[in-house]
């Protein structure tokens, strides 16, 4: 009996070292990738790093991190097609004509639309599956409060128009080179 526990008691502090050391590597590393974007340079203990490498105390230069780009917010609004009172399906023409009307003034420099299928859990626990769009935005960091307004009328003006529960969104930081 002593031997089992034993046993038990050394599987589970194994495991619970591979979740502890699994968790300091995540917590550790997703605010890493997320500073690369605030700046151009990232200071190090040994060294500096810069868009043409890492020069550490010794001389040596790697190119281990090269940044490109500019600090951009990626958006992505997922739109669904079918309408939950039981009206006709949204049509591509009139997506396309929401996009021109409703989109397109708020970001004229450009965006990008690709047809999609998706599926959701309706209130009733129901899968639902529909046609949906996908709308790709991409604007300057230092924008992003300003575009927030505007993205957000989007998703309310097309609820409003086409009878629908939501739209979802997804923002990211990203790097952008043109």
Do not use: C
């Not at 709308?135 to 993205?151: C, E, G, M």
């Amino acid at each position: 009996m002593a031997r089992t526990l034993s046993r038990v008691s050394r599987v589970s502090r194994t495991r619970l070292a591979v979740a502890a050391a699994v968790t300091a590597v995540l917590a550790v590393g997703a605010p890493a990738a997320y500073a690369s974007l605030d700046t151009d340079t990232d200071t190090r203990a040994n060294g500096t790093t810069g868009a043409s490498g890492t020069t550490g105390t010794s001389g040596t230069t790697t190119t281990a991190h090269v940044s490109r780009g500019d600090a951009y917010t990626e958006t992505r609004l997922l739109f669904g097609t079918e309408r939950p009172d039981g009206g006709p399906d949204v049509t591509d023409k009139q997506f396309m004509k929401f996009i021109d009307d409703e989109v397109t003034p708020s970001f004229p420099d450009g965006l990008t639309v690709q047809d999609g299928r998706g599926q959701w859990r309706d209130s009733n626990g129901k899968i639902e599956r529909e046609r949906s769009y996908e709308l790709i935005l991409l604007y300057p960091t230092t924008q992003a409060h300003k575009r927030d307004a505007l993205i957000e009328d989007i998703r309310e003006d097309y609820v409003k128009e086409y009878a629908q529960d939501s739209v979802a969104r997804l923002d990211d930081r990203v790097r952008v080179d043109f």
